[in-house]
């Protein structure tokens, strides 16, 4: 059983960087667990504090990460809760004392994660409900990096993007990847959700925004609109 996107895309996401605006965003997106989440770090340059989304996994990774570059973690984001997306979630918290955040929608996902872990053959990770629900258009994230929150169901039921508008990037969770869109045949999942969550939602974004899906390669908004073949007129899953 994988969580990998429709096509199975298993292209993995090693990179590191920044975006410059008014503010200096540090910026690490790095693949975590088995099946390589990649978990992505946002910092502020003068304020040194940090939000974590989708701290699957590799825990001790993620501390070493926001070490090195000084951070203090004030929250950890979840695009949806799947083991490879939140299994670390809480081990992180307890760690750093940072909240939470994941959308309410996805509890009943959380609740079977014995069985997720089943379906991967892994040890079962300890979860929570979160701290807060995170709900279409509320602004997450740090002083001087917030992003709004976009319910885009159909992976799971509570899914969720992070748009940074000042920075054009887009978290994207299972939603939408380099070529390809989020399976929709695990428990929850909705083919016409999330194509109605992606052309409404996402593809409205102006084509030069930065997506970071939870798997894989990075792309644009404006790339995926011209030549992913799941998006294309007359296409049904």
């Known amino acids: 059983m994988s969580f990998l996107p429709a096509n199975s ?6 990179a590191s960087g920044g975006f410059a605006d008014n503010e200096i965003m540090i910026l690490e997106s790095f693949p975590v667990g088995p099946l390589q989440c990649n978990c992505t770090i946002v910092g502020d ?15 001790p990774e993620i501390l070493s990460r926001l070490a090195k570059h000084g951070l203090k973690l004030r929250q950890i984001v979840v695009t949806h809760a799947h083991i490879d997306h939140v299994g670390g979630a809480l081990q992180l918290k307890r ?3 940072a909240p939470i955040l994941l959308n309410e929608n996805d509890l009943p996902l959380l609740k079977m994660m014995d069985v997720q872990a089943g379906w991967l053959g892994v040890e079962t990770p ?39 508008a000042p920075e054009k990037l887009l978290i994207a969770g299972d939603t939408l990847f380099a070529g390809s869109i989020g399976r929709t045949d695990l428990p929850g999942g909705d083919s016409r959700k999330i ?17 970071i899906p939870g798997h894989g390669p990075r792309t644009t908004i404006g790339e995926e609109r011209e030549s992913n073949p ?6 049904r899953l």
């Open 195 to 211: 194509l109605r969550s992606i052309h409404d939602r996402l593809l409205p974004l102006p084509d030069d925004t930065r997506v």
């Open 95 to 97: 760690a750093t004392g």
């Open 126 to 164: 300890q979860v929570a409900p979160p701290d807060t629900s995170a709900e279409e258009g509320m602004v997450v994230g740090i002083a001087g990096h917030t992003a709004q929150v976009l319910r885009t169901p159909g992976h799971t039921p509570g899914s969720i993007c992070l748009h940074f």
């Open 9 to 14: 895309l298993t292209r993995h996401l090693y």
């Open 45 to 59: 340059e003068t304020t040194r504090e940090a939000m974590v989304i989708d701290p699957g996994d590799n825990i």
């Open 230 to 235: 799941f998006l294309q007129p007359g296409v």
